[in-house]
């Protein structure tokens, strides 16, 4: 282990002797500042995804203003327990995966792999949930806008309820979707040996694009299935 | 060579003292297990503040619980706590902007009422142009016996 021990003023004079470390690109002078330089990187992407998905909030909370007899009456037809299990599994999920970025952090191996499965397991039943109310909602003809099909509907607006409920959801499935396969990716390498005390960023930020996931979950839960 | 080393050793818990980790493990696991059983408290507590009637307090009840939920979740499973400022700066900023967008959707929904397109096609016996804050029936309701898609009384303008 003695090849990843770095110093902070003496690195650049490290890899002009030769010793370059494969994980540290050529123009970071320390790993320190390269794992910064990442994670901002991330953060500015987690601030897009606010952004788009804060576009749809804004849209949610214009017409929901506009018709809170149809978005009340269309709510009724969310299982409140289903979404409520979503919730769960999800905030499970969360903390597994920063179980797993500390155990990168820690070197354990073993551990980390195990807690991204359990992540990945989680991600899984999430989504094994979702379909169960999708194809309740698909049944009863509770589909986003012209092609809304469910006759009892007292208020005529119910559509626009889901035409969000479809697009919020849909588009924080999508995002599930992906993170699946980013973590199989780093399941793939954690497998491989690729991770270590000295290099774990990649777990690191699908850490924390999956939290960025869960805390849009945390705001849709309240809002599409609590509302009154 | 400097022989002074960065804090990369392998350290199972932080330090308590105020060393400012940004690399490495920054929490212990307790951390993250306290964490997440207050996330699930505050879960049930917001299906349970849904069973009450609260009038207007409701949506703030659930919004408010679900920020609190947000700030756990980014302080510790996201490491702001105990990470460079610059990645909370660039959170807040996105909510300072998603502030700015809902602020100015808010001030135009205050101010006029007819929302729908009028291309729309409404379905039967809906009337889009209902405005149905202003003391007239509700749209939808079929027994208005209004013909379909015809203008409403406020677009008189």
């Not at chain 1, 890899?15 to 970071?28: I, M, V, Y």
């Not at chain 1, 991600?123 to 109310?133: M, P, Q, R």
């Not at chain 1, 000295?198 to 945390?218: A, C, E, K, M, R």
């Not at chain 2, 940004?22 to 696991?29: A, L, R």
Request: charged share 15%; net charge neutral.
């Amino acid at each position: 282990m003695s090849s990843i021990s770095t110093t902070v003023e003496g690195h650049a004079h490290e890899s002009a002797h030769g010793h370059h470390d494969p994980n540290l690109q050529h123009h970071f002078a320390t790993k320190e500042q390269q794992f910064d330089t990442t994670k901002i990187g991330m953060w500015l992407f987690l601030a897009t995804e606010i952004l788009m998905f804060g576009g749809l909030f804004a849209g949610f909370a214009y017409m929901q203003s506009r018709f809170p007899e149809a978005f009340f009456e269309a709510h009724k037809h969310l299982q409140v327990p289903l979404g409520a299990l979503n919730t769960i599994v999800l905030l499970i999920s969360s903390f597994t995966m920063v179980m797993a970025v500390h155990k990168a952090a820690t070197n354990k191996q073993k551990q980390l792999i195990a807690y991204l499965t359990i992540t990945i397991v989680c991600a899984c039943i999430f989504l094994v949930v979702k379909y169960f109310e999708y194809s309740h909602k698909f049944h009863d003809g509770l589909l986003p806008g012209r092609f809304f099909s469910n006759t009892e509907d007292p208020t005529g607006h119910q559509f626009i309820f889901f035409s969000f409920y479809f697009m919020m959801t849909g588009l924080h499935g999508i995002h599930i979707l992906i993170g699946i396969v980013v973590l199989l990716w780093l399941l793939r390498r954690a497998i491989r040996g690729d991770f270590s005390r000295s290099y774990y960023t990649p777990v690191d930020l699908v850490g924390l694009y999956w939290h960025l996931v869960d805390v849009i979950w945390i705001y849709l839960f309240p809002l599409l299935y609590l509302i009154r | 060579m400097s022989e002074h080393t960065t804090t990369l050793e392998p350290t199972e818990t932080v330090h308590s003292h105020e060393e400012v980790r940004h690399h490495g493990p920054k929490n212990p696991p307790r951390v993250y297990l306290l964490t997440l059983t207050g996330l699930l408290i505050l879960t049930i507590l917001t299906v349970a503040v849904a069973h009450f009637d609260l009038g207007e307090f409701n949506v703030f009840a659930a919004i408010g619980i679900a920020t609190i939920k947000a700030t756990l979740v980014a302080l510790f499973f996201m490491h702001l706590l105990h990470d460079r400022p610059m990645n909370a700066i660039i959170l807040c900023t996105a909510f300072i902007l998603l502030g700015l967008l809902l602020s100015f959707c808010f001030l135009d929904s205050g101010t006029r009422y007819n929302l729908v397109p009028a291309s729309a096609v409404p379905p039967a016996g809906v009337d889009y142009n209902r405005p149905k804050n202003l003391g007239v029936p509700y749209a939808g309701e079929k027994s208005h016996g209004k013909p379909v898609g015809t203008a409403g009384p406020m677009d008189k303008k």
